[in-house]
């Protein structure tokens, strides 16, 4: 399987202030017939089930903000929120879907400092 | 819209099964990947598996080969999870996802479903 590794673990940052987390996948998820890179961003808020953002690592997901944003290509990925707000406190996953076997980074706690 | 609808929590005794079921209503059935992603208490999301009805071969992550069986009924819009030889360490949420325009990408989700494993 692919193992994608986030880092850091968690981080706080003050409101209005840019957040960013980066995503490590253990081998590269772009696919070269196309030029697109499998991998996705989802944030997931307490007692709710994820929510998609981002997909082929940067396409942003309709009626997500665009302070979101995401970068990357081949096994280094970033997922960067420009301007925190209050409502973006959330844990962010980045997922690999190259393969016919999914898997998702540990997750990334994101808090207001 | 697209909804999906989660049975409903489960409590299962050490080395017992649960099956548990997501119906689909809102849009077509067979040609979307059904996802099937654990959370267990205060821990990352796991993908399991998933399977695409008009395919019907499952896919699953090597850590639940052999453990987990996911299928999918395409009369009743309905997908299953089945986890067997339960453990305490199976205790956890348990998600279907559906993808949309990009294969992978999951987009819609259940509500969950609390799996409690506990003699």
């Known amino acids: 399987d692919i193992v994608m590794t986030q880092s850091p673990d968690s981080l706080a940052v003050s409101l209005g202030e840019r957040a960013t987390i980066n995503c490590k996948s253990s081998q590269s998820v772009l696919y070269s017939s196309n030029n697109k890179n499998y991998l996705a961003w989802y944030q997931q808020k307490p007692g709710q089930p994820p929510k998609l953002l981002i997909y082929?690592?940067?396409t942003r997901e309709s009626g997500v903000p665009d302070r979101f944003s995401g970068s990357g290509s081949g096994t280094d990925f970033a997922l960067t929120i420009t301007s925190l707000q209050a409502e973006d406190v959330a844990v962010y996953y980045c997922q690999q879907y190259y393969t016919t076997m999914w898997t998702f980074g540990q997750g990334t706690k994101v808090e207001i400092k | 819209q697209v909804q999906l609808v989660q049975s409903g929590a489960e409590v299962k005794k050490p080395g017992s099964s649960v099956k548990v079921s997501c119906k689909a209503s809102?849009?077509?059935?067979?040609?979307?990947?059904f996802s099937w992603v654990r959370q267990a208490p205060g821990q990352g999301l796991e993908w399991m598996g998933g399977i695409i009805p008009i395919f019907g071969t499952a896919n699953y992550a090597q850590k639940f080969q052999g453990r987990v069986t996911i299928t999918a009924d395409e009369s009743t819009s309905t997908a299953y999870m089945e986890l067997s030889s339960l453990r305490s360490e199976d205790t956890a949420v348990y998600y279907c996802g559906r993808d949309y325009l990009v294969r992978g990408a999951i987009r819609y989700w259940g509500q969950g479903t609390l799996v409690t494993v506990s003699s």
């Open positions: 082929w690592a940067s």
């Open positions: 809102g849009g077509t059935f067979s040609s979307y990947a």
